[in-house]
């Protein structure tokens, strides 16, 4: 009965702390910035996900996971594949991708209130408690973030009585850490996570992601004792090799049906097409790096030359220089989709092309901090461009 009374006003309450509270836009996996962006297809992943599973249920677990791995290998779709399915379950606090870049994504100003904000919405039950906070302390949206992680987060989730809890365990997911514009801010977070242990219930637990990059290994030796961990570029091969596999089936097979409910019958592809040998190919030229698959599978599919049978072999053509470096493995994803800018052009518009790509991505790749989309335009159309608007390297 308690319980009910407790929901009742809680419902009442919710409403206004979510009006107060500062979010930042197309952060959480739900958004209309994520909507198109994908999840593992089913029967790949499938003993990483177990692992997550289990650490979640796992009273005794640490309170963070932290997969880490090298640009590429598929963090991001574990994360909202992830926050995806504990979201089905009822026990998904929030989701926060950071994307360098994007708004307040980048940066942490509306980290916690935006965390803060997804908990009250999925659990009414805090609402009477973050509102008492932002009560006693108005000014909370402009504090240090120990200060609103302890009153916006930790102190709410500690209040509810156990009656008032659907579950006994809520998972916090934030992808790309290293997406977080400052360093100081990054070892900020994972310090304040390590906190987490200390609620006994609901369990929290927080599933976390990013590149193996310095500042992050040195805030969780910061934390150490208080996280699990796992390399993703380092899982077996044969486990990656499967899920290229698994991949490259399923976006070649819907490539090819596209391509054949637009085509006269004369053309269209066999339904054996590309064949298990050229699927294996693919899979040896992409591993590790799922963002080679999505990549080559996108210029595949491209619709401005609309012939799947000849980009493939296009692509083919690249399969002698992979894994001889890092650097040959990511010319080889990127190569046959800018020779294929030069296709049919005179020497004189090949050389205008290829000054025009320097001037443009020359700068781009220099620079310290992703240039705003107003000064790649500017680039663009050339138009004089502002100093102050540029970063540079230290």
Known sequence: MYANDLFKSASGSGK???????????AAFDSHAEEHNPTCLQD?????????????????????????????????????TVAHSFSKVGQLGASFFFKRGEGDRGGTSKFFTTIAAQLVKRMPALAPYVKNAIDADPAIF????????????????????????????????????????RDADIKTIIHLFSRAKTLRFPRLRIFLT??????????????????????????????????????FKHEL?????????????????????????????????????FIFAA????????????????????????ERKVH??????????????????LVGKTDRAKNNLLKHFREIVGPIVTLAQPLKQKIVYM????????????????
């Open 324 to 341: 001889e470096s890092e650097l040959d493995q990511l010319d080889t994803t990127y190569r046959p989709v800018l020779d294929q800018l």
């Open 379 to 394: 680039m663009v159309t050339k138009f004089t461009i502002s100093s102050s608007d540029i970063s540079f390297p230290g």
């Open 16 to 26: 206004t702390v979510l009006d107060k509270l500062p979010v930042a836009e197309g």
């Open 44 to 80: 790949t992943r499938v003993e990483l996900l177990h692992d997550i599973s289990r650490w979640v249920k796992n009273p005794r677990a640490e309170a963070i996971f932290w997969l880490n791995g090298m640009a590429g290998t598929g963090k991001s779709t574990i994360s909202r």
């Open 295 to 318: 990549t080559i599978c996108r210029f595949i599919e491209d619709t401005a030359w609309y012939d799947p049978a000849g980009q493939l072999k296009k692509v083919l053509l690249y």
């Open 210 to 247: 990013s590149r193996p990059e310095l500042p992050i290994r040195l805030g969780f030796i910061a934390v150490k004792g208080t996280y699990q961990d796992l390399v993703l570029h380092k899982i077996p091969e044969p486990v990656i090799e499967h899920d290229l596999s698994a991949y």
């Open 253 to 289: 097979t819907k490539i090819r049906d596209d391509y054949n409910n637009n085509v006269l019958p004369d053309r269209q592809l066999p339904l054996t097409w590309p064949g298990q040998s050229k699927i294996e190919t693919l899979v040896k030229m992409a591993i590790p790096l």
């Open 142 to 181: 402009g504090k240090a973030m120990r200060e609103q992680f302890e009153k916006l987060i930790l102190e709410p989730l500690s209040k509810p009585p156990q009656a008032a809890w659907k579950v006994d365990a809520l998972i916090i997911v934030v992808d790309a850490l290293d997406e977080c514009e």
